[in-house]
């Protein structure tokens, strides 16, 4: 990628003169890679393409919401015909129900559900829906776990948060974040002191089933359980945020099959395919809670939107089976690459993390497990191996404690191009000092 990406540049400073920091998300900024970051002109597939014309192969995926790949055909063609017959009418479509029993199909719990335009919105929603069916205020959430960017959230809130080495949130007040408790991820004795302490004002437990917002961290086989039944017997509601997790790892959610016992479900990226989405539900008695059926408020101009449904629904029909299978080998195949590629260049500190298509690459002595061993990852090895691998073509987090994750339109001549840039990244990157 000799001769730099000068588009790209000028976009950026351009783009900086109106947008705050030249972005729509703080980490697209590049802050904790350093450069500047690329300006994508389009994609399709497994590849993006940059504005100077550079094609790369894409592991970020919208932060997993097309996991189909770019502009996947179904999907474009359901968006197409659907933006055709009127962008939004601020009032009801059959689309919304068709997406809503497809879900539901996949995750029979969520006997109700309610979408929404973002997942920061479908978990804040989810707390209000709790606060209301308990009449409690208090909420537990895990150092380290992501739920969006709502107030109450922004404590400990991993990745974007960590990464800009922010303690939280300029802008919430401490009285806010004064009804949320904090619990190291994977540590259920800390859960079960919370409870046993205030057990009686904790009105829900929210938690991510594979945590991937501070790297990939799997639970610890019992912990989920012992968080649900913890929130249960003291009353309290459990919401499991599948905003990354679900329709990713299967078709559905992945909460149950970790032990974890939920009463509202938040989802988000995937079930959008691509296209702006949240959702939040669970059964019915708890979902009637919201209006119109019952006092909590919640509402969207643009929930529910035509072209969002038919983009979601046509993504759902694509992630067959097959599908899935082909995310576990191409996944595999990518994880074992480059384990074998850091060995043979000599890089002991990559304990490459992974639970299906989610993929955890960070430079430390062990593959974290909670908030506390993320905070110690070799950032500056990180953002090396960044740069070395978008020099070599393939597009990975520009962020340590981001989730790099794969689509299906990854195919094995891309396994082979990932593999043999992380090969030259690994061997310009040496022995850690
Ligand atoms: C991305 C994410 C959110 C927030 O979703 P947005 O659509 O970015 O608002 C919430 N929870 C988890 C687990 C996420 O990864």
Redesign the pocket.
Known sequence: MTGGRPRSARAFRRASRTLVGGVD?PVRAFGAVGGSPVFFARGRGSSLWDLDGHRYLDLVGS??ATILGHAPPPVVRAVAATARRGLSFGAPTELEHVLAERIRRAVPEVERLRFV???????MSAIRVARGATGRSRILKFEG?????SDGLLARAGSGVASASLPDSAGVPASFVGETRLAPYNDAEAVARLFEAEGDRIAAVVV?PV???MGVVAPRPGFLGAVSRLAHEHGALVVA?????GFRLRRGTIHRRLGLTADLV?F??VIGGGL???AYGGRREIMENVAPMGPVYQAGTLAGNPVVMAAGAATLDALTPAIYRRLERTSSAIAEGWRTAAAEAGVEDFPLARVGSMLGVTFAARAPRDLAEAMTVDRSRYARFFHAMLEAGVYLPPSPLE?TFVSSAIGPRDVGRAVAAARTAFAALGRPR
């Open positions: 998300s932060w997993g335009s973002s997942g920061t919105e479908a978990v776990g992501y739920h969006g960017h991510e945590a991937g917002n945020d599948e905003v990354i997790t938040t988000g990226k702006p989405i949240g989730t």
